[in-house]
């Protein structure tokens, strides 16, 4: 990619260097300027032989020509040996009028007019600036007048007098290097479409269509497509380069909006984009409007304002996005060099005779700022692609990572409560049913009774168990009277009295955090009835200044031995892991007078 790029530009700034303009013309060259518009070309002579035609000390490539016919006079020696034919060349593609005469002696020629609009030269000459084919004379000196109108202000005059040899040479070296310039423009666009395609990245096919009204802009502007396709439409050859430059800030208006990662609070830097493209829809129907109907001849003056204003506001956009680190800063600098070479183009007027000036002060600069913006661009497409792409199957292995770790926990997790069950059963009701087998064993008079208060004391139980392993389904407004009703129904069943006091006013917990702690306290609950041997277990949880749910699970039994907490069974290892995941904290207290155990849990994570 960056030896393509290199290799462009190398090629692109020989185009540049091989534009040189002939000093031989501008040696001689003198001019007269007049509001007068049908001035014959015998006055002309007149005037020129009166001495009313002077030499510019300055001479300047653009003129302000503000409505008045400049005629410009100048001398080609002869050759007594032969005829020689030249060309002279006017590059400039948009002249409204120029027409050149030829007096050698007394004799006096006239060659054909030249107008982009109706009489452009490739109907005489194949090309696409206004040409004239000047044969000297074996005796007398070529004296060549030359007529130019035009309605720009603001008119570029750059001569070339040129043999054939010379001409054709220069032609071909032009012809070359735009063929160049536009594989480039062919090539950018049908990767982008491809790369848009593949990657399903349809937002870059807005980019890629920027780019197509680049390429007519650019044969509009080098007068190309005058001279090889819309040369018989009025309306393209006067409207093509605006309505081009229009559609292209309508499409890449949209690229920015569908493409920029913008964050959801940045509404208002996606909406300048955004509107800016809008503003371009009814510019377009303008358009529109008339190719089929015709006039607003100076549509494409408000346009250009309005596209300026536009894309001003669009690098002012750019500059705090880069500011705040929402996109690089190379893209802002491939934003702003066309419109700085533009404005460069506007302003400078390089002297006839400074080649380098002249060189970086037309369009060719503002052609090569054009190739690098799209380079960089393309860049910054393909890297915003692939990094997301890459961040995606990044987040894709992390995920199946997640995944994986959480069936295996899943699964070790119903294999703790497997075995839990199974102890639970064995524990509770494996003794009932020994003593159940060897009552009836047994042939006692009192066996009945006793058969009947062992069943009494298995439905006891299995009813506890049964409450003590029930999960309802728990919620922030259910849950104080879900664990109203867990307490209620295992004080119905157990020995011990149990007394709760529950009081969160005013808290919106979190369905999750709500059955961790339902979960917590039906593990202490049940732990303090099976081993404490205690009268009394009270539950509390209150909610605490420090925004904290403060749990506390108290007995009066005979407690146990905190330093073998490690080694204690499934359930406080339970009740620490939710803790864990709460972010809370558990503070155990325990000896012959009972066990406290006290939990802390923020509201908020």
């Known amino acids: 990619m960056k030896k393509n790029t290199l290799l462009f530009f190398i090629f692109f700034y020989s185009f540049i260097s091989a534009q040189e303009i002939s000093k031989s013309v501008y040696d001689d060259l003198k001019y007269f300027d007049t509001k007068e518009q049908n001035l014959s070309i015998l006055e002309i002579i007149n005037k020129y032989e009166s001495g009313k035609f002077q030499k510019e000390e300055n001479q300047k490539i ?103 040899n010379d001409f054709l040479k220069r032609v071909q070296s032009e012809y070359f290097y735009f063929g160049l310039f536009i594989a480039f423009l062919i090539s950018m666009t049908l990767i982008l479409v491809f790369f848009a395609v593949l990657k399903k990245e349809y937002a870059v096919l807005f980019y890629a269509a920027y780019i197509v009204t680049v390429f007519f802009e650019f044969l509009a502007g080098k007068g190309l497509g005058v001279q090889y396709i819309w040369s018989d439409s009025v309306f393209f050859i006067n409207n093509i380069r605006s309505f081009s430059q229009t559609i292209g800030v309508f499409c890449i208006g949209f690229f920015y909006v569908k493409f920029y990662k913008l964050n959801k609070n940045q509404k208002i830097p996606k909406g300048i984009f955004e509107w800016g493209a809008y503003l371009t829809i009814p510019l377009i129907l303008l358009y529109v409007y008339k190719f089929f109907f015709g006039g607003l001849i100076t549509l494409y003056l408000y346009v250009w304002t309005i596209l300026k204003i536009i894309a001003f506001i669009w690098v002012l956009n750019h500059i705090y996005l880069t500011i705040k680190k929402q996109l690089p800063i190379y893209l802002v600098i491939a934003f702003i060099l066309p419109i700085l070479a533009v404005i460069n183009g506007q302003i400078m007027n390089p002297e006839v005779h400074d080649i380098v000036a002249i060189k970086y002060s037309g369009p060719n600069v503002y052609y090569l700022a054009l190739s690098l913006e799209i380079l960089l661009f393309t860049r910054y497409i393909f890297g915003t692609v692939i990094d997301t792409q890459r961040s995606y199957f990044k987040l894709k292995k992390v995920s199946d990572e997640l995944k994986y ?71 922030s407004e259910n849950f104080i009277t879900s664990l109203v009703e867990f307490c209620e129904k295992l004080d119905k069943l157990t020995s011990q009295k149990i007394t709760h006091n529950f009081n969160l006013n005013g808290i919106d917990l979190q369905q999750e955090k709500c059955v961790h702690i339902y979960r917590i306290i039906s593990e202490l609950t049940t732990n303090a009835i099976k081993y404490s041997k205690s009268s009394k277990i009270n539950i509390s949880i209150l909610q605490q200044k420090n925004r904290k749910v403060l749990i506390e699970v108290k007995d009066n039994g005979i407690g146990f031995n905190t330093n073998k907490i490690s080694n204690a069974g499934f359930g406080i290892n339970s009740v620490k892991e939710r803790v864990l995941q709460l972010k809370g904290t558990l503070n155990i207290t325990s000896n012959k007078n009972g066990s406290i155990f006290i939990i802390e849990i923020p509201i908020n994570d």
């Open 405 to 475: 770790n959480f069936q295996n926990k899943t699964l070790e997790v119903q294999q703790q409560e497997r075995n839990k069950l199974v102890n639970n059963v064995h524990d509770t009701f494996g003794g009932y049913l020994e003593a159940l087998k060897l009552r009836l064993l047994q042939k006692n008079e009192n066996t009945p009774e006793k058969v009947q208060e062992i069943l009494d004391a298995f439905y006891k139980d299995y009813r506890y168990l049964l409450n003590s392993l029930y999960a309802p389904k728990i919620n």
């Open 62 to 164: 653009y003129k302000i020509l503000n409505g008045k016919t400049y005629w410009y006079h100048f001398t080609i020696d002869n050759d007594s040996n032969k005829l020689i034919e030249n060309y002279f060349t006017i590059a400039n593609s948009y002249l409204d009028f120029g027409k050149v005469y030829l007096k050698k002696g007394e004799k006096i020629d006239t060659l054909s007019s030249a107008s982009y609009n109706e009489f452009f030269p490739h109907k005489n000459i194949f090309y696409r600036n206004p040409v004239w084919k000047i044969e000297t004379d074996s005796v007398y000196k070529t004296e060549v007048f030359l007529k130019i109108k035009n309605s720009n202000g603001r008119t570029r005059l750059a001569f070339y007098l040129e043999n054939e």
